[in-house]
């Protein structure tokens, strides 16, 4: 049999058994996917008990010389060991903390720098002091004093967080909008 383009078209009978075999093959295919699934390992889980967030965070520095810092981060552990991750808008790597045991490390593109002081850190990369142990509670919903500041945990459920800085002047307003 030929096609109005002149080429050998497959008779019905021969058309049935090339599809059957495709048809074989997809089922054998779909039986040793299905088989390897079934022997594949979980993936290990998170540790439980390190804390773990990633977003948005914006602060806002008022007065003179009014100034402004945004960035992604991804934020671990707690106020006494963990991490900070500052990513630019385009996911490259601004400047990476690390502290644990009294000692903070900086590690920015231009140069790495460690303190005694977390806090000092922080406030090298952010332009003002943030209070970090008042900020892991915040994040988990708990409301924490910290001197000047004023935290609205209304959101954060929704994954939104706002404290505002009202001593030491310039006042300060801080956002953080978490992604899940």
């Known amino acids: 049999m030929r096609g109005w383009y002149g080429a050998t078209l497959p008779s019905a009978a021969a058309a049935t058994q090339i599809h059957g075999v495709t048809t074989g093959w997809r089922l054998l295919l779909a039986i040793c996917a299905m088989w390897l699934a079934g022997c594949a390992q979980p993936l290990p889980k998170a540790a439980t ?29 707690n106020a006494q060991v963990g991490g900070l991750v500052l990513l630019s808008p385009l996911g490259n790597r601004l400047a990476q903390l690390d502290w644990k045991d009294g000692h903070a490390q900086l590690v920015s593109s231009q140069e790495t720098r460690t303190s005694d002081s977390l806090d000092m850190l ?59």
């Not at 010389?65 to 981060?73: L, N, R, T, V, Y």
């Not at 090298?124 to 924490?144: H, K, Y």
């Open 49 to 77: 008990d390190e804390n773990t967030w990633s977003g948005r965070l914006a602060l806002q520095v008022e007065g003179q010389d009014s100034q402004s810092f945004s960035a992604m981060f991804e934020l671990r552990g």
């Open 122 to 180: 922080l406030q090298e990369v952010t332009g003002t002091r943030i209070p970090v142990t008042a900020l892991f509670s915040w994040l988990q919903g708990n409301q924490a004093t910290a001197p000047g500041w004023r935290a609205d945990l209304s959101g954060v459920a929704d994954g939104r967080l706002v404290a505002h800085r009202d001593d030491p002047q310039p006042q300060a307003t801080l956002r953080v909008a978490l992604t899940r």
